[in-house]
């Protein structure tokens, strides 16, 4: 009972928890919560080529896969230390 209290209060704190992730040094910023909502995306002016628009389309694209296995990574890792290594199917 205690693991799980600890596990759901580590579940809550990581759909709280901010991740922020730069793509193209710096010209597009992108902020996502634990649970995967896209909160924010900032795109430089000087980045917006009427002419290119393809290369801005793979940035975004880029920074988002970039930003979710972050997110994945993190709560990969703090529920391996709630569980200790141990698999619990269908829990996270």
């Known amino acids: 009972d205690c693991l799980l209290s600890r596990g759901l209060g580590d579940l809550y704190k990581r ?20 649970d995967k ?8 002016p000087e980045v917006v080529d009427p002419e290119d628009i393809e290369m801005l389309q793979d940035l ?6 970039e930003i979710l296995k972050e997110v994945d990574d993190y709560g990969a890792a703090e529920m391996e230390k709630v569980t200790g290594g141990v698999s619990f199917p269908g829990f996270i």
């Open 60 to 65: 975004i694209i880029s920074g988002v896969n």
């Open 37 to 44: 909502q896209l909160k924010s995306v900032t795109i430089k």
């Open 15 to 34: 759909q709280v928890k901010e991740f922020t992730k730069q793509v193209g040094g710096g010209a597009i910023e992108l902020v996502m919560t634990g």
